[in-house]
């Protein structure tokens, strides 16, 4: 018969003064409770226990102790957690909740489990948890704007959908237009016996469409007053919205040695899955920011369109689409979309002017 350890628990305040080495402390953040466990400098456990998900008890219950490492995944409440907790002093860790395999794929999940593992891993190499850092408060207000106004489009697009959805069901279908002007196309549109059901849904949608261009005429009005935003609307196609995205993102270029690793940062690259001699093609990572790869797309889209001037971005792309092939399309718009990440941070890093053919005009020197 198997002995059961126990741990003996000393208290976390008691055990941290004992200690003349900094503890590493794992803490699994809930919506109401936070579970935490605390490892000595040995990687053994010496106390565990939770705390109130709010900033008067998390303020109380860790302001008393000396410095020590705090390990928390990403999350809803990380990012002010992690602001309260660096404001007392300690060392805050945020890990990337994405790549820690071991605490999602867990089949034994508890929160005080995920919580030894943060401090223990933590404890031995911070590397193994793949830090991320937080954006400030004030970064962060300035991002809800254009996340607000993305939630907006959601709700437009979904109830326009469910619009053409239920007229199909009953054998009609409505004329393709923008979201925009849908609900003033479509309100002498839609087929008698749905008019009752539908005509109330129309009006939100009007609503929306009012209020998403009031987010609009806000976000334009951030850009022109932001420096690094009016900067990189040098390049075509980048608008109001993308360039402001892109600055609030990315927050600090000095965060990016390279700028080539922009492009891996927001989950433009391919993923890699060499195994002996076997080195597959596989599709990009879509790992970073959602938001920002999209709207980077979109940008791309644009560059390659009918409408856009001649460029070193779109004669890149136009070169790979001339490749042919299956998807050599959709290929071209997403190397655009990378080279376009790593060409507005350089712009940002160098503060030089966009030259859009700056290729030619260094062969026309070297000649």
Request: glycine share 6%; proline share 3%; with cysteine.
């Amino acid at each position: 018969m198997k002995k059961s350890i126990t741990v003996k628990r000393v208290g976390i305040s008691k055990a941290m003064n004992k200690s003349a080495r900094p503890a590493t402390i794992g803490l699994d953040l809930g919506d109401q409770f936070s579970q935490y466990c605390v490892v000595n400098q040995q990687g053994s456990e010496i106390d565990s226990g939770r705390v109130r998900t709010r900033p008067e008890e998390l303020g109380k219950h860790f302001g008393k102790m000396k410095r020590v490492r705090i390990v928390m995944e990403t999350g809803t409440h990380s990012p002010w957690v992690s602001r309260l907790l660096q404001g007392l002093g300690h060392e805050v860790i945020v890990a990337n909740s994405r790549k820690l395999r071991l605490i999602y794929k867990n089949r034994r999940k508890a929160d005080r489990v995920d919580a030894r593992y943060l401090a223990k891993l933590g404890h031995k190499d911070t590397e193994l948890v793949f830090p991320i850092e937080h954006r400030t408060q004030a970064t962060q207000a300035e991002l809800s704007l254009i996340r607000s106004r993305e939630a907006l489009m959601a709700a437009r697009t979904q109830l326009v959908n469910h619009v053409r959805g239920t007229v199909k069901s009953f054998g009609g279908r409505l004329p393709i237009c923008s979201a925009a002007a849908f609900h003033k196309r479509m309100a002498t549109e839609l087929p008698e016996p749905l008019r009752e059901a539908l005509l109330r849904v129309l009006d939100t949608i009007a609503t929306l469409t009012e209020q998403i261009a009031a987010y609009d005429k806000l976000i334009a009005q951030r850009a022109r007053k932001h420096s690094v935003a009016k900067r990189l609307q040098q390049v075509q196609g980048v608008g109001p919205l993308t360039s402001l995205t892109y600055a609030l993102t990315i927050e600090r270029h000095e965060r990016f040695a390279r700028s080539r690793t922009v492009g891996a940062y927001l989950g433009l690259t391919p993923a890699t899955a060499d195994s002996g001699q076997s080195s597959p093609q596989l599709r990009i990572t879509k790992e970073g920011d959602v938001l920002l790869r999209r709207l980077l797309v979109g940008a791309a889209q644009y560059i390659l369109g009918p409408f856009a001037q001649d460029s070193d971005l779109r004669r890149h792309g136009l070169a790979i689409a001339a490749r042919g092939g299956k998807n050599a399309k959709k290929r071209a718009v997403v190397a655009v979309a990378r080279k376009l990440a790593v060409l507005l941070h350089k712009l940002w890093k160098t503060e030089q002017d966009y030259v859009a053919l700056y290729n030619p005009q260094q062969l026309e020197q070297v000649a």
